[in-house]
């Protein structure tokens, strides 16, 4: 898969002798925030058509999502980080994901102009999928009629994506991010196809861990997670190790947490996970974060929730990964 960072890169690609968008491409634009179900359908949609065509498949996306940028520290929190997302959509096949910065040069494109330089000039699109409710510029003059219309005079086709319904709603990111919310773990795993996980780089915590007795590996958050407590987790290592635990993902109010944080402790194991990507799948919540009086309160507290956590591990064996 190969990543286009940015609407100069695109077009610097373009103009070679030799680019994959010689011949065109099947595109579809979106948020793809947690690469769910829908996503998938869609993905699937776009594959098809570029195999058809013998052209490759291209997915938009956009960092900062415009919601973050437009409400800042208000938007949602995110499903998953970019580069888990990168991960997930190489995984699901697709061939070019262009990155284009939402920033105050681009909410200032009109319809038309973004139709034109990205889609045109910049991709050559002879196939795209997105939704009929699909809106942008800002003019807000972006949508499917215009695409078409505008399709129609210089040779791209335009389709509609596909609904996936679970439970007879529709699967979407913001239904995802509310069952996380609710602790409906398993209800979001339907939707997602995937059980819910973080993926993330251990940093340098402030060796709290260590002085309390619980050695824990800061995994580095740059937005708001979408789940909030402490939780039964399975972590597979870059080896491919996997190991249980208990990880606490919120803000840390015992230690005047201002950052989001989300920090892992290991059962039973010895080494040092500093600079590694680990996978961090939530399985189950034990309970709230809560703002303990001292630190050894919380000392205590962590020992029970091991405690419960091993027990709960004990009645419901691990599953596969998938």
Request: hydrophobic share 45%.
């Amino acid at each position: 898969m190969r990543l286009i960072r940015g609407l100069t890169n695109l077009k610097i690609l373009s103009r070679q002798v030799n680019s994959p968008l010689a011949e065109g491409c099947v595109a579809t634009i979106g948020n793809f925030d947690g690469v769910h179900l829908g996503h998938q359908t869609i993905i699937d949609q776009v594959k098809s058509k570029a195999r058809a065509l013998n052209l490759p498949s291209v997915v938009i996306i956009f960092e900062p999502q415009p919601r973050e940028f437009f409400q800042g520290l208000e938007a949602p929190p995110r499903l998953m980080g970019f580069r888990h997302k990168l991960g997930a959509l190489l995984a699901a096949g697709i061939d070019i994901v262009l990155c284009l910065k939402f920033d105050e040069t681009f909410r200032g494109y009109s319809g038309m102009g973004f139709i034109e330089d990205v889609l045109i000039e910049g991709l050559a699109v002879r196939h795209l999928v997105v939704g009929d409710d699909f809106r942008f510029g800002c003019d807000r003059a972006g949508d499917f009629g215009l695409l078409e219309a505008v399709g129609a005079i210089v040779g791209f086709s335009v389709e509609n994506t596909r609904t996936i319904t679970v439970a007879g709603e529709r699967v979407s990111s913001t239904r995802i991010r509310n069952l996380l919310l609710e602790n409906q773990l398993e209800k979001a795993e339907a939707l997602l196809g995937y059980p819910y996980c973080i993926f993330g780089r251990v940093v340098y915590g402030r060796q709290l861990g260590r002085r309390i007795g619980s050695p824990t590996a800061n995994v580095l958050l740059s937005q708001m997670p979408a789940l909030r407590g402490v939780y039964v987790v399975r972590v597979t290592l870059e080896s491919g190790a996997v190991q249980d635990g208990v990880a606490n993902i919120g803000l840390r109010p015992t230690v005047d947490g201002r950052q989001p944080a989300l920090e892992v402790h290991l059962f039973d194991y010895t080494g040092t996970l500093y600079g590694q990507h680990i996978d961090v799948v939530f399985r189950h919540k034990l309970r709230n974060e809560e703002k303990f009086d001292s630190i050894d309160a919380l000392k205590a507290q962590i020992a029970r929730d091991f405690d419960a956590a091993r027990l709960w591990l004990a009645e419901h064996p691990r599953m596969e990964h998938h």
